[in-house]
C-alpha cells in the first residue's frame, strides 16, 4: 500500500462512494474532456484560439455518433468571469451540450474554477462532484482532481478574488496548477495513490496535462523506446528500418522535453522507483496551442486522443506512426495517441497494485 494522507484519503473517498454512478453498457461510448476555461470571447479568454475546433469535435463527431459527454470540471472560468458574460459569448458551444442533454447524455462536473455555478439558479445542467463509471471490467472515478489539494479545496475563494480583482486587470492571463510543475506532481500524486490502493482507474484534469496509464509523455517515451529496442534484433528489412527511424524520433522527442521540463519535475515521478501501475489517466485540456486532447472510454478499451487543426497540429503527430483521420468536411483531424484494453489494465492493477 502507498501512503497517502488522512484528510486527502477522507476527501477522495467520500466523493468515490457519494459520486453519480453511470453503467456503461456494451456499444456505449463516453468521451471525457475536461478544462475549457470559457470566458467572455475576449483576447484574454483561453478557449477563443480552439473555438471552431471544440465545437466541430463535439457537434460533427460525438454528437453526430451518439457518444456520451462527461465535462470534467473548469468548463467556465467563472474566476475571472461572469457566467452571464460566458453564456452570451458562447451560445453556440452551449447549444451543443444543450443537445447532448435533451438526449440524456451529459454529465457535467465540477472543477475549483466553476464550482460557483451551484448559486447560478438558472444553470440548465445537473452539477456533479464526481462521476463513477461502472464499466463491465472495472470501476472508472471521473473527478477534477482539485480535490487532492487543501489550497484549492480551503482557500478558492481567495484564489478566486486575486484573479478577478487583481490580475485580470493587469491582463495576467489564466494560473492554473498545469503551469506549476511542483504542484502538478502533487495533485497527480496523491490521486494515483488514492485509484492504486482502491484498485480503480481514477481520470482526472486540472492539471492540464494528459496521462495514460499513469505515465506522462516523458515517461511514455522512454518506455517506448525499450520496447522498440528489445524488437528491434529480431526485425529484418524495411521493419528494421522503421524502428530505428521511430527510436531516432523518440530520443529526439526527449531531448526537447528535457529542455521544457524542469529538472525538478522529470526527478519526480508518480509510481518512484517501482513498476507503474496504470490507474491513473488525465484528459489534458481543451486550450492547449496546438489542439486538444481527450479521454474515450466504452465498455472494453480506453484511449487518449489528440484533435488538431489541420497545419496547426503538433510535429511529433506527423512524424510518429499514428494514425490521423479527417473530420468529414471540415479542417479537423483525430490520432489515438494511446490505447489498451480494461481487462489489460485491470489485471495490471491486481498484480501490481
Known sequence: ?????????????????????????????????????????????????????????????????????????????????????????????????????????LFKILGNHDEDLVLEKRYPYPLLGSLKIETPVIPVYVFHGHQ???????????????????????????????????????????????????????????????LFESLGRFDYIKFEIERLCREYPLATGEDRKRIADEVLFLRIELAKLKRSERRNSLKESLYGDELPVPCLFNSGSVIGKKGINAIELDSSTISLVYWFTEGKGKKFVRRGSYTIEPLAGTEQRRSVLNTDRLDYIMAKIELLG
Open 148 to 210: 487532492t489539494s487543501k489550497v484549492y479545496t480551503n482557500y478558492n475563494h481567495i484564489i478566486r478574488a486575486s484573479l478577478r480583482y487583481f490580475l485580470k486587470p493587469l491582463g495576467i492571463r489564466n494560473i492554473s496548477s498545469g503551469r506549476s510543475p511542483r504542484h502538478r506532481f502533487s495533485v497527480e500524486k496523491k490521486a494515483y495513490n488514492y485509484a492504486r490502493n482502491n484498485g480503480i482507474i481514477s481520470v482526472i484534469g486540472h492539471t492540464h496535462r494528459p
Open 1 to 105: 500500500m502507498v501512503a497517502v494522507s488522512a484528510d486527502t484519503t477522507q476527501d477522495l473517498h467520500r466523493s468515490f462512494t457519494e459520486a453519480e454512478v453511470f453503467k456503461l453498457a456494451p456499444g456505449n461510448r463516453v468521451l471525457i474532456i475536461s478544462d475549457f476555461h470559457m470566458g467572455d470571447g475576449g483576447r484574454s479568454d483561453d478557449l477563443l484560439k480552439n473555438e471552431n475546433l471544440i465545437q466541430d469535435i463535439l457537434e460533427k463527431y460525438y454528437f453526430a455518433q451518439d457518444w456520451y459527454l462527461v465535462l470534467n470540471g473548469d468548463i467556465e472560468e467563472l474566476q475571472r468571469y461572469s457566467y452571464s458574460k460566458i453564456r452570451s459569448y458562447w451560445g453556440k458551444l452551449y447549444e451543443i451540450f444543450d443537445a447532448f442533454y435533451k438526449k440524456g447524455r
